[in-house]
Antibody, heavy 122, light 112 residues
């Protein structure tokens, strides 16, 4: 059973860069069966997909965040990471990493991390 | 403003049947992309409930079912139980957004 665990600072100052890492256990990030995604959820609000990376390093990002997002993968550590630059209070949210099944008609997220709260505040 | 539209809330008494709709457009659900559903209990990560429009992962009770038609999808819950009280989200893809993942705004289910 695949398990995901987010890690990173819980507090980031405005205009700085938010950095999070997701560690995958119970399976190889290089298996080729999944995309590896980041999703966020502001308090009391809905889910927002941030972007994904494949084991090859190819990425797709939410157009609304694309200019500020970088997702990378470290297959040697079985980890993938998120960087979100120039953060504001609007980026305060619980950030989840998740495995996205590859699908011909769009895959689903079958495994999720527990989520980590990131607050943007000075 | 979510790309997929869900009712903000639904409610039902124990034992009843409720449905949650997810309305999209010709660039997402109507384009043939699958719809998936998630259940989110308070303070926890979302859990996959229905995948590929109507399939249940192992362990999900058959009280939960999904369907898709045209530009919309629905989640039905029969024999409503107190533990079903949660937020429910639909998810698909959108070709007008570079095949981005899109979520519905979520529906709060209250068991009366």
């Amino acid at each position: 059973q695949v398990q995901l665990q987010e890690s990173g600072p819980g507090l980031v100052k405005p205009s700085q860069t938010l950095s999070l890492t997701c560690t995958v256990s119970g399976g190889s990030i290089s298996s080729g069966s999944y995309y590896w995604s980041w999703i966020r959820q502001p308090a009391g609000k809905g889910l927002e997909w941030i972007g994904r990376i494949y084991t090859s390093g190819s990425t797709n990002y939410n157009p609304s965040l694309k200019s500020r997002v970088t997702i990378s993968v470290d297959t040697s550590k079985n980890q993938f990471s998120l960087k979100l630059s120039s953060v504001t209070a609007a980026d305060t949210a619980v950030y989840y990493c998740a495995s996205e099944v590859l699908g011909d008609y769009g895959g689903n997220f079958d495994y999720w991390g527990q989520g980590t709260l990131v607050t943007v505040s000075s | 403003q979510s790309v997929l539209t869900q009712p903000p809330s639904v409610s039902g008494a124990p034992g009843q049947r409720v449905t949650i709709s997810c309305t999209g457009s010709s660039s997402n659900i109507g384009a043939g992309y699958d719809v998936h559903w998630y259940q989110q209990l308070p303070g926890t990560a979302p859990k996959l409930l229905i995948y590929g429009n109507s399939n249940r992962p192992s362990g999900v009770p058959d009280r939960f079912s999904g369907s898709k038609s045209g530009t919309s999808a629905s989640l039905a819950i029969t024999g409503l139980q107190a533990e079903d009280e949660a937020d429910y989200y639909c998810q698909s893809y959108d070709s007008s957004l570079s095949a981005s993942v899109v979520f519905g705004g979520g529906t709060k289910l209250t068991v009366l």
